[in-house]
């Protein structure tokens, strides 16, 4: 019988492993996932709606609550960047409560020509200066109840700001052996992004593991 779990392949003499799985047997997750690569030259970013109210069905990527959500999310987003030097989109990477927090990728294409690319500071405070200044619509409708209200995303942003470690697990769920992927969050470095456990070594609230 074939010895090999998690999707390996046995070739005769040992288990082939898929990505991101270890062991002789595939039996482990591997320690760290770098993603780096795979996110490309982008800016992390959190912002807070305010005139949205959470649902634990906008956890799920697949859902309709969630692709409603991140389509007028991305609409507003647009106009407020389009007049940003090499901006290439956004991809929502996730939702969360409070009143919906978006954590996003702010996607950036690299200069035409052989002008320098700016620093990924100065991106972020562009980035930064048009959300925080950006002039909500004039579309509000005044509710029986006398509250303001209505109206698109934009219209009920909270400050935004970079998210350099970006904590929301569901970030590696994506590049995670299915078996594993419970077990990673996104640990942010001074040179990019990996997926790490708590037994990864060398991580703040690493434990020490045996055997996996």
């Known amino acids: 019988a074939d010895p090999c779990q998690n999707g390996g392949r046995w070739t005769g003499t040992g288990c082939l492993c898929p990505p991101n799985v270890d062991g002789d047997l595939c039996q482990f997750g591997a320690a760290t996932i770098n993603i ?3 996110l490309g030259r982008s800016v992390m970013m959190s912002a807070r709606v305010t005139n949205r109210k959470f649902s634990e069905e906008m956890r799920d990527p697949s859902s309709g609550a969630f692709r409603g959500f991140v389509e007028e999310f991305r609409r507003t987003v647009d106009g407020i960047y ?5 901006y290439g989109g956004i991809r929502v990477l996730s939702l969360a409560r409070g009143s ?4 996003y990728q702010v996607l950036l294409r690299p200069p035409a020509g052989d002008n320098p690319h700016p ?8 980035l930064l200066k048009a959300t925080n200044t950006a002039a909500p619509p004039q579309n509000c409708t005044r509710s029986p109840g006398g509250k303001v209200g209505g109206g698109g995303v934009g219209e009920g942003w909270a400050r935004t700001r970079p998210s350099g470690g970006l904590s929301s697990p569901e970030l590696c769920q994506k590049y995670a052996p299915a078996n594993f992927k419970r077990f990673y969050h996104p640990y942010g470095t001074g040179k990019g992004l990996l997926c790490v456990t708590n037994c990864t070594l060398n991580v703040p609230g690493s434990i020490g593991c045996a055997g996996g």
């Open 100 to 103: 919906v927090v978006v954590h």
């Open 119 to 126: 620093s990924l500071d100065h991106r972020v405070l562009e």
């Open 36 to 38: 780096t690569a795979e």
């Open 82 to 86: 389009r007049n940003i030097s090499g």
